[in-house]
Structure formats: structure tokens, C-alpha cells
């Protein structure tokens, strides 16, 4: 079994920083893309920054300048360091990633979503 679990969501004043991890578990081959979403209330989930195994990354053009994606690969964990928060950045914000998966005979490749972290920014 494979997870995704993030952290480091919570409530920050307009200008403030927040930075979130995503760490995946389990039997894990290989990790590739992988990335972070947000879906805000009343609103469709949306791409905000990708990283590839190559660390190459790409950003919502919202975001660009604010945000930055990293990714530590000996701890399989993603990063997003958010500066000058606003308070449209409220959101859920979902890990993703494209992980391979080792079974007892192959590798299976997989898309695993995070369970979601909460990020409010209001004074």
C-alpha cells in the first residue's frame, strides 16, 4: 500500500509564508512527477506547481514568483514553500504524485492523491 500524507496547512495573515510537505510511504519503486493541487471552496481543483524527477518544475502563472516547489528525493517528499499569501490562496491543497509501485513479480505504475491539507490565509 502506498500513501501520500501532508502537512504543515493552517491559518496565516494576507503576506504571510506557509510551507507544506508530502511525504510518501510504502513500497515504493520509483516516484516521478510529482505535484501539488488546491481546490477552493466552490470551486474545481486546480493545478499550482509540478516538479519532475529531474527537477523540472512548472507553476500556475497566479503563483509564479510567490511559490516554490522542491522535492527531497532520498526522503520521498515534496515541498511547497508559499510567500505573500492572499487570501484567495484558501484552499484545500492536494499532494500528487506518479509513483511506481513494487509488487511481488512487476511494477505497477500509479497516480495517489494526499488526503488534502487545509490552508486559510485571513487576518
Known amino acids: 500500500q502506498v500513501q501520500l500524507v501532508e502537512s504543515g496547512g493552517g491559518l496565516v495573515q494576507p503576506g504571510g509564508s506557509l510551507r507544506l510537505s508530502c511525504a510518501a510511504s510504502?513500497?515504493?519503486?520509483?516516484?516521478?512527477?510529482m505535484g501539488w493541487y488546491r481546490q477552493a471552496p466552490g470551486k474545481q481543483r486546480e493545478l499550482v506547481a509540478t516538479?519532475?524527477?529531474?527537477?523540472?518544475?512548472n507553476y500556475a502563472d497566479s503563483v509564479k514568483g510567490r511559490f516554490t516547489i522542491s522535492r527531497d528525493n532520498a526522503r520521498n517528499t515534496v515541498y511547497l514553500e508559499m510567500n505573500s499569501l492572499k487570501p484567495e490562496n484558501t484552499a484545500v491543497y492536494y499532494c500528487?504524485?506518479?509513483?511506481?509501485?513494487?509488487?511481488?513479480?512487476?511494477?505497477?505504475?500509479?497516480?495517489?492523491w494526499g488526503q488534502g491539507t487545509l490552508v486559510t490565509v485571513s487576518s
Open positions: 500528487n504524485a506518479d509513483l511506481g509501485v513494487a509488487g511481488p513479480k512487476d511494477v505497477a505504475y500509479l497516480e495517489v
Open positions: 510504502g513500497s515504493i519503486f520509483s516516484i516521478n512527477a
Open positions: 516538479i519532475t524527477s529531474s527537477d523540472s518544475t
